[in-house]
């Protein structure tokens, strides 16, 4: 009992960094129709620039493990933004696969320049909050954990409120549902895919600080396999949807957690993406994706 | 707009260029005054302590066999390339290392999964590879031109069920392996066999895949089964993650692992959480022979105070063995360059004496290694 509750909070605070990644394919998904292959490195930038930022706040302390945190979410709101700009917008009346394969090269020019610039040897990061483990009765639960659950609520409620409740929330969804008619009514639609790109990449930077403080060696390929099992974790819960892909972030997390902790901890990516063709065969559209006929 | 564009590739691509020119190191000059030796490592990526400190290793002795004279009248040019530690480069660089710079022998490499991977090139040219410190037996059973200078996993897998039985005292371990490293695999392998002949029992076998970062599953699992303690065989990376995460589950056990854990950033990751670890390796700086605290002086000189480790002296030895085997063999034609290096008996080289037995391995002493206060400390020496 006590192992399964452990593997069950393993893989809660695992899948709670997956859900902030998936979080960002599934919003310009929403609004763009294209999978942003790019988002997976915006993740590592995050991690590097809370390893550099860190270096100006005092170590292992709350105020100081918030700037950073923020600090890094701004950088990678930043990146996200440009990399919109200047990769995909000049490309965005041409056919959709084009601005795929550019993503993909994006992807792999922020992988390549991270290894220039930041080395390719895995770099030990920093301690940012304060660290403590707490034991209930065997059951343990670190700090940095606990700061994963705490951070990844609060910002999923703050995304709930940003997309359902503001101005350039709702011109999000409209453009979602229909951008030309988005346009006719007043909506700036160049304004409103930055906004999203820098959102989502904002909530990428903060998964990649999470994810540096729970397994501190990060690297400029750290983004691949996670990128991977978010965007897994997207089509899961039904890309587009957001509540879905956070939904489908902890599920692949709590998944992994078991098929690891199991015998079959080979097989582990194996279950992960044999239970995801499963639902795609029998829900096509995701968990909670609404099913959307394909107009020509 | 066309025009900007241009202007913003231009720079890019030419930066891209030179970077792409730079990294095939070594500056060749042309064929027939030198002897040309290719070498390929990880010089970046997830194992790049290892290929740098093998790289430097190699450097030393082919810089200390140039300055003194060469062989067979000729300086030795060292021309080596980076595989990202990465799988799947290894093969391109070392054919491109044959086909193209036409170099004699091939040196390398550290991570068996990768000299796996160039050995069928070498073979098939029929290019002698020496690996300084590939530990799996497979390396040298893909042909008889492909060598290792270092001890061979089922002997490292049997000194540390010995170390996990004698001096752990320990009866019941739990193993965590990688699944995706060919190294890994085969120390887990080797080790279950002799720790089972032996009375032990292992208590649960969890794998994992290199570059995974998240191990907590695995070991609550390990918890559960209470081992008396655990055998890590992975790279250091992996390894220290593992330490780090396995102390923060409240596991208080020894974990140990083998000659894949000796790297600088196995404490820089692993921290206070690695006190009282145990790893075998293939030699101690700490030894006091004269050969190793000559290489030891010569190596802290060249590289500004640095200690080398077990790479660095497999690198070196490597590198000492092929000049050897060149000056005996009288010519770099390659099949008489084989028999002398199938030869070599007895080489005092740093980590031992080097003889080569007839499935091309050596068989040397395994060093066991704690570590003490955040750094590497020497336990034992185990002979053959």
Redesign the interface.
């Known amino acids: 009992m006590?192992?399964f509750l452990?593997?069950l909070l393993?893989?809660l605070s695992?899948g709670a960094i997956y859900a902030l990644i998936a979080l960002g394919y599934t919003m310009v998904y929403g609004v763009l129709r294209f999978i942003n292959f790019a988002h997976s490195d915006v993740f590592m930038v995050g991690a590097f620039a809370g390893y550099y930022l860190s270096r100006y706040f005092p170590k292992a302390s709350l105020p100081g493990g918030f700037a950073v945190l923020i600090g890094a979410m701004l950088i990678c709101a930043l990146l996200g933004i440009v990399i919109e700009r200047l990769a995909y917008r000049p490309l965005r009346s041409h056919s959709k696969l084009n601005v795929l394969i550019t993503a993909i090269g994006v992807s792999l020019f922020l992988e390549n320049t991270g290894?220039?610039i930041f080395?390719?040897?895995?770099k030990?990061s920093p301690v940012l909050f304060p660290f403590k483990?707490f034991?209930f009765g065997?059951l343990?639960l670190?700090s940095n954990q606990i700061a994963v659950f705490v951070v990844t609520i609060v910002l999923l409620i703050s995304l709930h409120f940003i997309v359902m409740r503001t101005k350039i929330g709702t011109a999000m969804r409209a453009l979602s549902f229909n951008p030309v008619a988005a346009s006719l009514v007043g909506i700036n639609n160049d304004i409103v895919i930055s906004f999203t790109f820098g959102l989502g990449s904002a909530l990428a930077g903060a998964g990649g600080i999470l994810?540096s403080m729970?397994?501190?060696?990060i690297?400029p390929?750290?983004g691949i396999?996670p990128g991977l099992k978010a965007f897994v974790a997207a089509v899961l819960g039904g890309i587009g949807n957001i509540p879905g892909a956070a939904l489908g972030g902890v599920l692949i997390g709590v998944i992994?957690?078991?098929?690891?902790?199991?015998?079959w901890?080979?097989w582990?990516?194996a279950i992960a993406f044999t239970l995801l063709i499963l639902i795609l065969l029998f829900r096509p559209s995701g968990l909670l994706g609404k099913l959307e006929v394909e107009k020509v | 707009m066309k025009y900007w564009r241009g202007l913003i590739l231009a720079p890019v691509l030419l930066l891209l260029c030179t970077t792409a020119c730079n990294k095939s190191g070594g500056g060749s000059t042309a064929g027939g005054d030198t002897i040309k030796v290719g070498e390929f490592a990880s010089l970046t990526g997830s194992e790049a302590a290892f290929g740098q400190a093998s790289h430097k290793g190699t450097q030393l002795a082919i810089d200390e066999i140039n300055a003194g004279g060469g062989v067979l009248g000729k300086k030795i040019d060292l021309i080596y390339d980076d595989n990202q530690s990465m799988q799947g480069q290894s093969a391109t660089i070392v054919r491109k290392l044959i086909t193209r710079d036409n170099v004699i022998a091939i040196l390398g490499e550290v991570a068996s999964g990768r000299s796996l991977e160039a050995a069928p090139v070498c073979q098939q040219f029929k290019i002698p590879q020496i690996s300084p410190s590939s530990t799996n037996p497979k390396v040298t059973e893909m042909g008889d031109y492909i060598f290792r200078v270092c001890f061979i996993d089922p002997f490292q897998g049997t000194v540390m069920a010995k170390f996990a039985k004698d001096t752990l005292k320990a009866k019941r371990v739990a193993v965590l392996s990688d699944a995706a490293s060919a190294y890994s695999d085969g120390l887990q392998k080797y080790f279950k066999e002799k720790f089972i002949a032996d009375g032990g029992e292992i208590v649960v076998d969890q794998k994992y895949s290199s570059g995974d970062k998240d191990f907590k599953a695995q070991l609550t699992a390990i918890k559960a089964a209470n081992p008396d303690a655990i055998f890590v065989p992975g790279y250091y990376t992996e390894a220290g993650l593992i330490v780090l995460q396995a102390r923060q589950l409240g596991i208080t056990n020894s974990l140990f692992g083998g000659d894949g854990w000796e790297g600088p950033p196995l404490i820089q990751i692993g921290g206070d959480a690695l006190q009282g670890c145990y790893f075998s390796t293939h030699y101690s700086s700490e030894n006091k022979s004269p050969e190793v605290q000559e290489f030891v002086k010569k190596f802290q000189a060249k590289y500004n105070g640095e200690t080398p480790d077990a790479m660095a002296a497999l690198g070196y030895d490597s590198a000492m063995v092929l000049a050897d085997a060149i000056k005996r063999a009288g010519t770099t034609d390659s099949a008489k360059l084989r028999d002398a290096i199938a030869a070599t008996k007895d080489f005092p080289g740093v980590t031992g004496k080097t003889t080569l037995d007839e499935h091309r391995n050596a068989s040397k002493a395994a060093v066991i290694i704690t570590i003490k206060d955040g750094h590497f400390a020497y336990v034992e020496t185990i002979n053959p």
């Open positions: 006590n192992e452990q593997q393993n893989g695992l290894q220039f080395g390719a040897a895995p030990p483990l034991n065997g343990v670190s994810y729970n397994y501190p060696a690297d390929l750290m396999l992994e957690s078991f098929s690891n902790g199991s015998h901890s080979t582990t990516d």
